[in-house]
C-alpha cells in the first residue's frame, strides 16, 4: 500500500485483537496503521509522563539515516504529510566532498535539496555564518519537524486504539502477563520496545540481535534562529527551527550494557559538543542551554533494523532497532510489519532486516562511516 492511499481506506479484515509493546513514535505508527486496517489495538505503555517512550520534536530527513533505508525515510515524509503531522522545515548538511555521493544523488532526485555550496569558507545564513573547512560541501535539504505529541494524540482518537499505562512483564506466544492486568490474550503482539526489548521475560533471546548504547544531546534555544546538532559521524549537520528551540547532539556514545545506563549522561561530552558547535556556527553564542539529555539507543548488530515475526512465534512480531531515528522511520517500518500481519506473508519484510536474518553476534561500529554511503 503506497503512502498516497493512506486516505482512501483499506480492504475490510476480519477483526482481529492486536497489542503493541511501547509507546514511543515506533509503536504508535504501528497502532495507527493496524487501526487503518481495521485491527483492535491496544498498546501498553509503562509511563506514559516519562520521557522513556519518544516525545519531543525530531527532525525528518536524518542525514545519518543509512543510504538502503533513505527510501523509507523518503516515505515517511509522504506519510507524515498525509496525516498532517508535519511542519515543514530546513535542515543544514555539511559533511566531506564526495562521500555521501548516493544519498546526496538520492535526495536531489526526490527534489529536497534546496541548494548547494562547495568551496568557500564561510557561508551565510541569516545572522548565522556557517565555516566550512577544505574539501567540505553544504546542501540546504527541505524536511520536516515533527510533534510526537501531535501523533499520541492522533493515534488515541483512532478507531479501535486503546493505550493503556501498563507494563509488560512476560511475552508469550500471544499472550502478555502485565504488572497491573495479569494474563491478556492476542492475535498477534508488536513489540516495538526499543532498547527494552531483550530486557523482557520471554523476549530474552532478542537481546542477541540488538545492540544498545547511550544517546547524549543538548536541547538549546538560540534566539530565534536555527538549532543546531553535531555529529561525530555525520559532521556537522543543523535544521532550522523556527521557534528557535532546537537539539545539540554528538551522536552516538558507548554500548551500554542496559538501557536504564543510557540515561547517566556526561557533562564533559555535552560541554564538548557546544564549544564545537560555537566555533563551527558563528552567531551561536548568545545559545542559551535549556537542558541535557541522555537516553538509550538501539540497533541491529549489524547496524539495521530487526522487523517481522520471530521464528519461534509466528504471532510475535518485532518493530526495533531503529537507531534513534524512529520518526525518521517507524511511518514506512510500521507499515511494512502491519502488512505481514494482514496478509500472512514475510515477502513485505526486507530480507535485510528480518528477524529471521542471520545476525553477528559481534560488537562493532552503530553505524556505518558516512564514507561508505
Known amino acids: 500500500m503506497l503512502a498516497r492511499d493512506w486516505l482512501t481506506g483499506f480492504p475490510a479484515v476480519a477483526r482481529k485483537r492486536v497489542a503493541v509493546i511501547g509507546g514511543g513514535v515506533s509503536g504508535l505508527m504501528a497502532a495507527l496503521w493496524a487501526s487503518r486496517y481495521g485491527y483492535d489495538a491496544t498498546v501498553f505503555e509503562a509511563d506514559l509522563a516519562s520521557p522513556t517512550a519518544t516525545r519531543l520534536s525530531a527532525g525528518i530527513i536524518d542525514p545519518t539515516v543509512d543510504v538502503s533505508l533513505a527510501p523509507f525515510a523518503l516515505e515517511a515524509l509522504s506519510i507524515l504529510s498525509s496525516l498532517g503531522l508535519g511542519v515543514e522545515s530546513r535542515l543544514l548538511w555539511v559533511h566531506r566532498r564526495g562521500s555521501c555521493r548516493r544519498l546526496e544523488k538520492l535526495l536531489s532526485a526526490a527534489g529536497l535539496v534546496e541548494h548547494s555550496v562547495a568551496g568557500e569558507d564561510t557561508v551565510g545564513l541569516g545572522r548565522y555564518r556557517v565555516d566550512l573547512s577544505p574539501g567540505e560541501e553544504m546542501h540546504i535539504l527541505r524536511t520536516m519537524l515533527v510533534d510526537t505529541g501531535t501523533l499520541y494524540s492522533l493515534v488515541s482518537s483512532s478507531p479501535g486504539v486503546d493505550i493503556v499505562?501498563?507494563?509488560?512483564?512476560?511475552?508469550?506466544?500471544?499472550?502478555?502477563?502485565?504488572?497491573?492486568?495479569?494474563?491478556?490474550?492476542?492475535?498477534?503482539?508488536?513489540?516495538?520496545?526499543?532498547?527494552?526489548?531483550?530486557?523482557?521475560?520471554?523476549?530474552?533471546?532478542?537481546?542477541?540481535?540488538?545492540?544498545?548504547?547511550?544517546?547524549?544531546?543538548?536541547?538549546?534555544?538560540?534566539?530565534?534562529?536555527?538549532?543546531?546538532?553535531?555529529?561525530?559521524?555525520?559532521?556537522?549537520?543543523?535544521?532550522?527551527?523556527?521557534?528557535g528551540d532546537g537539539i545539540l547532539g554528538d551522536g552516538c556514545c558507548a554500548e551500554i550494557e542496559s538501557p536504564n545506563e543510557g540515561y547517566r549522561y556526561d557533562g564533559e561530552v555535552l560541554e564538548a559538543v557546544l564549544g564545537r558547535s560555537m566555533r563551527r556556527l558563528e552567531g551561536l553564542g548568545d545559545a542559551e542551554l535549556v537542558a541535557p539529555v541522555s537516553a538509550p539507543c538501539a540497533v541491529g548488530r549489524d547496524s539495521f533494523p530487526v522487523l517481522g515475526g520471530l521464528p519461534s512465534c509466528s504471532r510475535i512480531h518485532l518493530l526495533v532497532g531503529l537507531d534513534g531515528v524512529g520518526v525518521t522511520l517507524a511511518p514506512s517500518l510500521a507499515r511494512l510489519v502491519l502488512e505481514s500481519i494482514a496478509t500472512g506473508s514475510r515477502d513485505y519484510i526486507p530480507t535485510g532486516m528480518a528477524a529471521w536474518r542471520r545476525i553477528s553476534r559481534g560488537r562493532g561500529e552503530v553505524r556505518e562511516p558516512v564514507g561508505e554511503c
Open 165 to 243: 499505562e501498563d507494563r509488560v512483564e512476560y511475552v508469550g506466544c500471544g499472550s502478555l502477563r502485565l504488572r497491573r492486568g495479569g494474563y491478556r490474550e492476542f492475535d498477534a503482539i508488536i513489540v516495538a520496545a526499543g532498547p527494552w526489548t531483550g530486557f523482557i521475560r520471554g523476549l530474552e533471546t532478542v537481546a542477541s540481535m540488538l545492540r544498545i548504547y547511550r544517546c547524549e544531546a543538548l536541547i538549546i534555544r538560540a534566539g530565534g534562529g536555527p538549532l543546531a546538532v553535531v555529529d561525530d559521524v555525520l559532521d556537522f549537520y543543523m535544521s532550522i527551527h523556527t521557534s
